[in-house]
């Protein structure tokens, strides 16, 4: 190797956990499935495209009640390396968050148990429940189920990856030299880890407005996959990676940063995406 990733501190992601297939699998339709909300309008994929970004293109999704939902819809993407979930945090497990998104009246306007209701009435679903829990739908494994597949949910093999792993060529050095600027300017204080974040909470506007003043508190975001997941920050307000890096610096570590770092940071963190196509082959004991 040429370098000492013992130093880094950022660590490469690995594949996910292996789940057992056919949970997977019953998970993966669970995502797809309207009939998880009240009205049969919204699956979990109708947020959380799994085609492109994990999210969507938009800084606030539309809800269940036709309404923008309050904050940004965060990726589903590498969400089982966070130690919470949510912006704020609220969910240490993918189970509560799911269950969560179930019953919020802005999202799915529905409950685990009424989600398994609906699906009793379909016998493929109830088939497909008794091959894998040895009963119908219920609330707990209908919860189960999707965090099985969402566990699954990793994103590997990024250009970063591959040169923490010691492929010294991964890396131009553009995107070598944003690194090294990414870590001396302080950003690595609070992105860092194997998610590049999502291990800490954090407060924003420290000296300068950054985004929406609410909530004040935030679950500091993953920066994997970044590239591919504007717009960005909690209301999505900031259209492009350019803009999101010169108001971090100015807000979070109270400095102003030439056009030449930007772009430099920026390349660094193009280099973060990994292989999205990878949640289509879950690993499986």
Same mark, same amino acid.
């Given at each position: 190797?040429?370098?000492? !990733?013992?130093?880094?501190?950022?660590?490469?992601?690995?594949?996910?956990? &292996?789940?057992?297939?056919?949970?997977?699998?019953?998970?993966?339709?669970?995502?797809?499935?309207?009939?998880?909300?009240?009205? /049969?309008?919204?699956?979990?994929?109708?947020?959380?495209?799994?085609?492109?970004?994990?999210? =969507?293109?938009?800084?606030?999704?539309?809800?269940?009640? /036709?309404?923008?939902?309050?904050?940004?819809?965060?990726?589903?993407?590498?969400?089982?390396?966070?130690?919470?979930? *949510? %912006?704020?945090?609220?969910?240490?497990?993918?189970?509560?968050?799911?269950?969560?998104?179930?019953?919020?009246?802005?999202?799915?306007?529905?409950?685990?148990? @009424? &989600? &398994?209701?609906? #699906? !009793?009435?379909?016998?493929?679903?109830?088939?497909?429940?008794?091959?894998?829990?040895?009963? /119908?739908?219920?609330?707990?494994?209908?919860?189960?189920?999707?965090? =099985?597949?969402?566990?699954? #949910?990793?994103?590997?093999?990024?250009?970063?990856?591959? %040169?923490?792993?010691?492929?010294?060529?991964?890396?131009?050095?553009?995107?070598?030299?944003?690194?090294?600027?990414?870590?001396?300017?302080?950003?690595?204080?609070?992105?860092?880890?194997?998610?590049?974040?999502? *291990?800490?909470?954090?407060?924003?506007?420290?000296?300068?407005?950054?985004?929406? +003043?609410?909530?004040?508190?935030?679950?500091?975001?993953?920066?994997?996959?970044? @590239?591919?997941?504007?717009?960005?920050?909690?209301?999505?307000?900031?259209?492009? #990676?350019?803009? @999101?890096?010169?108001?971090? @610096?100015?807000?979070?570590?109270?400095?102003?940063?030439?056009? /030449?770092?930007?772009?430099?940071?920026?390349?660094? #963190?193009?280099?973060?995406?990994?292989?999205?196509?990878?949640?289509?082959?879950?690993?499986? +004991?």
């Amino acid at each position: 190797m040429t370098h000492e !990733m013992q130093d880094e501190p950022i660590t490469p992601v690995t594949t996910g956990e &292996a789940q057992p297939l056919a949970r997977v699998r019953l998970g993966a339709s669970l995502f797809q499935d309207k009939r998880l909300s009240r009205h /049969g309008t919204h699956s979990c994929s109708t947020c959380h495209d799994l085609a492109t970004n994990g999210a =969507s293109a938009v800084a606030r999704d539309i809800g269940a009640d /036709g309404k923008p939902l309050p904050l940004n819809t965060p990726t589903i993407f590498n969400a089982v390396l966070s130690f919470r979930l *949510n %912006w704020e945090g609220q969910f240490r497990t993918l189970e509560e968050q799911a269950a969560a998104s179930l019953r919020n009246p802005n999202i799915m306007d529905s409950s685990p148990g @009424a &989600a &398994a209701i609906k #699906l !009793m009435a379909d016998h493929r679903m109830v088939a497909r429940f008794r091959e894998v829990y040895g009963h /119908g739908p219920d609330a707990d494994s209908l919860l189960d189920a999707l965090a =099985s597949f969402e566990r699954t #949910l990793v994103t590997p093999n990024s250009r970063f990856d591959r %040169w923490l792993n010691g492929d010294p060529a991964a890396l131009s050095p553009a995107e070598a030299g944003g690194y090294k600027l990414f870590k001396s300017l302080g950003c690595v204080s609070c992105h860092q880890g194997r998610n590049i974040g999502g *291990n800490l909470f954090s407060r924003h506007g420290l000296f300068k407005p950054l985004a929406s +003043p609410n909530p004040v508190l935030l679950r500091v975001p993953s920066l994997r996959n970044v @590239a591919i997941t504007a717009p960005y920050f909690h209301d999505g307000s900031a259209a492009s #990676l350019e803009i @999101a890096i010169q108001r971090m @610096a100015a807000s979070q570590l109270n400095i102003g940063i030439s056009a /030449g770092e930007v772009a430099s940071i920026a390349a660094f #963190l193009r280099s973060l995406t990994g292989d999205i196509s990878f949640q289509s082959a879950p690993r499986v +004991p």
